[in-house]
């Protein structure tokens, strides 16, 4: 997928603000995002579908897991690999 890092962090910092009502201040490339309590499970549903509206394309089911949702880093790298 052709998106910079910097464009997933606006992705995921207006989703978190718009969604989770948190704030987005101190969300970074790095910042633990399930563990840190800024996306849950239920929310990943939801920002996938952000990210195919934002990116312009439909995601294959399954092919992004909790786990690629780690850090906006670790979803880049993912969405990078698709």
């Given at each position: 997928?052709?998106?910079?890092?910097?464009a997933?962090?606006k992705?995921?910092r207006?989703?978190?603000?718009?969604?989770?009502?948190?704030s987005v201040?101190?969300?970074g490339?790095?910042?633990?995002?399930l563990?840190?309590?800024?996306?849950?499970?239920?929310?990943?549903?939801?920002?996938i579908?952000?990210?195919?509206?934002?990116?312009?394309?439909?995601?294959?089911?399954?092919?992004?897991?909790?786990?690629?949702?780690?850090?906006?880093?670790?979803?880049?790298?993912?969405?990078?690999?698709?």
């Amino acid at each position: 997928m052709n998106m910079s890092l910097d464009a997933i962090l606006k992705i995921v910092r207006e989703f978190v603000e718009r969604k989770r009502g948190k704030s987005v201040q101190t969300i970074g490339a790095s910042t633990a995002l399930l563990r840190d309590g800024y996306l849950d499970s239920f929310a990943l549903v939801e920002l996938i579908a952000d990210l195919e509206k934002h990116l312009n394309t439909r995601l294959e089911d399954g092919a992004l897991i909790p786990e690629d949702f780690e850090t906006p880093e670790t979803l880049y790298n993912r969405l990078q690999e698709l």
